[in-house]
Nanobody, 121 residues
């Protein structure tokens, strides 16, 4: 079985920083895309940032220049460094990975349970 566990959420003041991490465990052969999504109250879940296996990244316009996604292929982890946080960044943040399990070739989406980030004074 494959599991994703996020950590690092919490309460931060506007202008502050947080770092989220997500670790995958289980019978993993390969991890392709690693993503961070978020869902604010009353809104749809949205893609915040993506890093592909070779390291290329892309970001939602709303977080460009403030957030940085990175991955460690040896540790099966993905991180999201969030700087200059704004109240509108308040949301539950989810990591998603496309993982091919041992003995398979094609990947499947796996999601973490989410971690709450609250930006408020």
């Amino acid at each position: 079985q494959v599991q994703l566990v996020e950590s690092g959420g919490g309460l931060v003041q506007p202008g502050g920083s947080l770092r989220l991490s997500c670790a995958a465990s289980g019978s993993i052969y390969r991890i392709d895309n690693m993503d961070w999504y978020r869902q604010a109250p009353g809104k749809e879940r949205e893609l915040v940032a993506r890093v592909i296996r070779i390291g290329s990244t892309n970001y939602a316009e709303s977080v460009k220049g403030r957030f940085t996604i990175s991955r460690d292929n040896a540790k099966n982890t993905v991180s999201l460094q969030m700087n200059s946080l704004k109240p509108e960044d308040t949301a539950v943040y989810y990591c998603k990975m496309v993982i091919a399990k041992s003995g398979t070739y094609w990947g499947t989406d796996y999601w973490g349970k989410g971690t709450l980030v609250t930006v408020s004074s």
